[in-house]
C-alpha cells in the first residue's frame, strides 16, 4: 500500500518557522519527483516546491528565499524548511510524488499520482 504521511504542520507566528516532512512507503520513491502543495481555505491547490530524484528542485515565486525543499532518497523521505512564514502561507500542506519523473521537476497537480492526507499550517500574525 503506497502511503505518503506529512507530519510538522502547527501554529506559528508570522516570521516564524516549520520544518515539514513527508515520510514515503508502499513502493520505491527514488526515482519519483517530489513535491508540496498547498490549499487555503476555499482555494486550490497551489504548487510549492518540488525536487527530481536527483535534487533539481523549483520553487514557487512566493517562497523563493523563504523556503528550502530537500529530500534522503535512502529513507525515502522528504522535507520542506519554512522560514520568515507569513500569513499568506497558512493552509493545508500536501506531500505528492510524480512517478519515474526523469525530466524537469514538474509544478502541475496533473503529473503527480500518489498524495499525502496533509498537515495544517496556521501563521498568526
Known amino acids: 500500500q503506497v502511503q505518503l504521511v506529512e507530519s510538522g504542520g502547527g501554529l506559528v507566528q508570522a516570521g516564524g518557522s516549520l520544518r515539514l516532512s513527508c515520510a514515503a512507503s508502499?513502493?520505491?520513491?527514488?526515482?519519483?519527483?517530489m513535491g508540496w502543495f498547498r490549499q487555503a481555505p476555499g482555494k486550490e491547490r497551489d504548487f510549492v516546491a518540488v525536487?527530481?530524484?536527483?535534487?533539481?528542485?523549483r520553487l514557487a515565486n512566493s517562497v523563493k528565499g523563504r523556503f528550502t525543499i530537500s529530500r534522503d532518497n535512502a529513507k525515502n523521505t522528504m522535507d520542506l524548511q519554512m522560514n520568515s512564514l507569513k500569513t499568506e502561507d497558512a493552509g493545508v500542506y500536501y506531500c505528492?510524488?510524480?512517478?519515474?519523473?526523469?525530466?524537469?521537476?514538474?509544478?502541475?497537480?496533473?503529473?503527480?499520482?500518489?498524495w499525502g492526507q496533509g498537515t495544517q499550517v496556521t501563521v498568526s500574525s
Open positions: 525536487i527530481s530524484r536527483i535534487g533539481e528542485s
Open positions: 505528492a510524488a510524480a512517478p519515474f519523473w526523469y525530466g524537469a521537476p514538474p509544478v502541475s497537480l496533473d503529473a503527480f499520482r500518489y
Open positions: 508502499g513502493r520505491p520513491f527514488s526515482g519519483d519527483a
